[in-house]
């Protein structure tokens, strides 16, 4: 597993490869490591990549980087998290450019979730912008084009429905869906498990990547071994819930302060939310069962008999 050694200067323009610069956010949390990740794509004509949350020293930043030389013609939002999104609106006013995304936060949502939705058992809705809607729908496989790049649009929902990676040559924007530093919290009935898991695959199997550049923390220079540890520690983490169903009837809850051993008391919420995700997915696989209406506090079961 990668170390994320990074300790950036909040505002400060870094060059991180010809063509390609980061801008680091004020906005650290334990949710969001040392800030979002801002890029800047390009040299004279320039996407910038998730604008990042409405602080008006960003915006600055942002628009200083540019220089008397740059302008910004393309606004790429990967997903609706209020860490990612919200200035979009402020940056598009500011420079004229449009803005670009897999459509509002509710976009690419499985029929399952949707479904989790309607019903507002299971909670969720953690940190969405409800109010971004691009001004360009993009969907798996098209491409948004500049003067001098090209990004490819990877679908790949999981962390939420909208969420998309960037495909930069061999190097890939990968947003919060492959990070360094930590995984990707998965919330039901924006998130969802089932196609947090087909993501990676499709990620790994779209191109021979030689670098990734998430939305938070330092870039990832061995991507496919990092999905593949993605991969590993999910399905590990299912193996420990399904032992513990095999104790007995439990919540997520009692769930996740028995397989989050490790985890700070700050994170154990989110860490619920996995293990909700986890408990929908498997229900889904048949191998779980709520007892009674499924919603976030459900007692759930093994389902295979013992």
Known sequence: MQVDVFDPVPGQVE??????????????????????????????????????????????????????????????????????????????????????????????????????????????????????????????????IGSDWTLDIIHTPGHLGNHICLGLGDACLTADHVMGWASSLVSPPDGDLTDFMASCDHLNNWRDWRVFYPGHGAPITDPHGRLDWLITHRRAREAAILDALRKGPATATQIAQAVYTDTPPALLGAATRNVLAHLIDLAGKSQVAAQGTLHADAVFQHAVPQ
Do not use: K, W
């Open 15 to 144: 060059l991180l490869e010809p063509g390609l610069c980061r801008i680091v956010a004020p906005n650290p949390s334990p949710m969001t490591y040392r800030g979002t990740n801002t890029y800047l794509v390009g040299g004279r004509d320039l996407a910038v990549i998730d604008p990042g949350p409405d602080d008006p020293t960003h915006l600055d930043a942002i628009l200083t980087a540019c220089g008397p030389d740059a302008r910004i013609t393309h606004i790429v939002v990967t997903h609706s998290h209020l860490d990612h999104a919200p200035l979009a609106g402020r940056l598009s006013q500011a420079t004229g450019a449009p803005t670009y995304g897999f459509g509002p936060a509710s976009a690419g949502r499985s029929a399952v979730m949707e479904r989790l939705a309607q019903t507002d058992l299971v909670g969720g809705g953690e940190g969405i912008d409800t109010a971004f809607v691009p001004d360009h729908i993009v969907g798996d496989g098209a491409q948004i």
